[in-house]
């Protein structure tokens, strides 16, 4: 009996994180969304998350099926009435969609200003004056990427375009389970010996999903406990993971 290999991930924020990711990513006015190109973008995530078999909360299901009814209802032709002066404005199909994510920004903003204000809070210290008896010099402090985890499933879903891994090489695969501790050591040995950083398409040399899987959740959990981080020059370019210096 072949059993499920599922995995839940808590770095998953919700569709309005994804939908507002892909407008930024994409460039575009929030006030006009163009709902066949974010449509098509977002069940390009949804499926690289089904290939994975991640557990995909409900509500990113309901985002999809609104989306596309969003779509459906802005391809019907429309009919042409005479408007009078005192006849009721139409609603856009996307205004109410529009408004959630402008709340929904807002209140991300607001978030992401406060945690730079705990940030800069957590780096004042007060002591009483003492007499240094030699020079400490420090090491710069070592910024954390810009990353987020759509891009890395974004990276992931081009790499499977790439190597054309979205269907098996073998009728018989020979089920072999993968520590993920293990895992996060052979990845975290092969960045530290790429002073340069590694691509993050090397990390995956095995086109079984087994090992696609562990190896994506390995790279996260060794990104959270802050032992590598991961680049990206531009938008669009490749991703590159680096050791954190010690």
Same mark, same amino acid.
């Given at each position: 009996?072949?059993?499920?290999?599922?995995?839940?991930?808590?770095?998953?924020?919700?569709?309005?994180?994804?939908?507002?990711?892909?407008?930024?990513?994409?460039?575009?006015?929030?006030?006009?969304?163009?709902?066949?190109?974010?449509?098509?973008?977002?069940?390009?995530?949804?499926?690289?998350?089904?290939?994975?078999?991640?557990?995909?909360?409900?509500?990113?299901?309901?985002?999809?099926?609104?989306?596309?009814?969003?779509?459906?209802?802005?391809?019907?032709?429309?009919?042409?009435?005479?408007?009078?002066?005192?006849?009721?404005?139409?609603?856009?199909?996307?205004?109410?969609?529009?408004?959630?994510?402008?709340?929904?920004?807002?209140?991300?903003?607001?978030?992401?200003?406060?945690?730079?204000?705990?940030?800069?809070?957590? @780096?004042?210290?007060?002591? =009483?004056?003492?007499?240094?008896?030699?020079? #400490? *010099?420090? +090491?710069?402090?070592?910024? %954390?990427?810009?990353?987020?985890?759509?891009?890395?499933?974004?990276?992931?879903?081009?790499?499977?375009?790439?190597?054309?891994?979205?269907?098996?090489?073998?009728?018989?695969? @020979?089920?072999?389970?993968? =520590?993920?501790?293990?895992?996060?050591?052979? #990845? *975290?040995? +092969?960045?530290?010996?790429? %002073?340069?950083?590694?691509?993050?398409?090397?990390?995956?040399?095995?086109?079984?999903?087994?090992?696609?899987?562990?190896?994506?959740?390995?790279?996260?959990?060794?990104?959270?406990?802050?032992?590598?981080?991961?680049?990206?020059?531009?938008?669009?370019?490749? *991703?590159?993971?680096?050791?954190?210096?010690?």
């Amino acid at each position: 009996m072949n059993q499920a290999y599922q995995v839940k991930i808590d770095a998953f924020e919700g569709p309005l994180d994804l939908l507002l990711h892909l407008i930024n990513q994409y460039e575009i006015d929030i006030y006009d969304i163009p709902v066949a190109q974010i449509t098509k973008q977002y069940m390009d995530y949804i499926h690289t998350m089904q290939y994975l078999e991640l557990n995909i909360a409900s509500e990113y299901l309901v985002m999809a099926s609104t989306l596309v009814a969003i779509k459906s209802q802005m391809l019907l032709p429309k009919q042409e009435m005479e408007v009078e002066d005192d006849e009721e404005y139409i609603d856009d199909p996307r205004e109410e969609l529009m408004q959630r994510l402008i709340e929904y920004r807002k209140f991300k903003e607001a978030a992401e200003s406060f945690k730079d204000k705990e940030m800069e809070a957590n @780096q004042l210290f007060t002591r =009483p004056p003492v007499i240094f008896k030699e020079l #400490i *010099l420090e +090491k710069a402090p070592i910024t %954390k990427g810009d990353i987020s985890i759509y891009d890395m499933l974004g990276a992931l879903g081009k790499m499977f375009e790439r190597k054309k891994w979205n269907k098996p090489h073998d009728t018989t695969v @020979q089920r072999e389970d993968i =520590p993920i501790e293990k895992r996060m050591q052979n #990845i *975290l040995h +092969k960045v530290r010996k790429s %002073k340069n950083g590694i691509a993050f398409d090397q990390l995956f040399p095995y086109p079984t999903r087994t090992h696609i899987v562990v190896t994506f959740i390995a790279i996260l959990e060794l990104m959270k406990s802050k032992e590598i981080y991961c680049k990206q020059v531009k938008h669009f370019d490749a *991703l590159y993971i680096y050791c954190m210096e010690e």
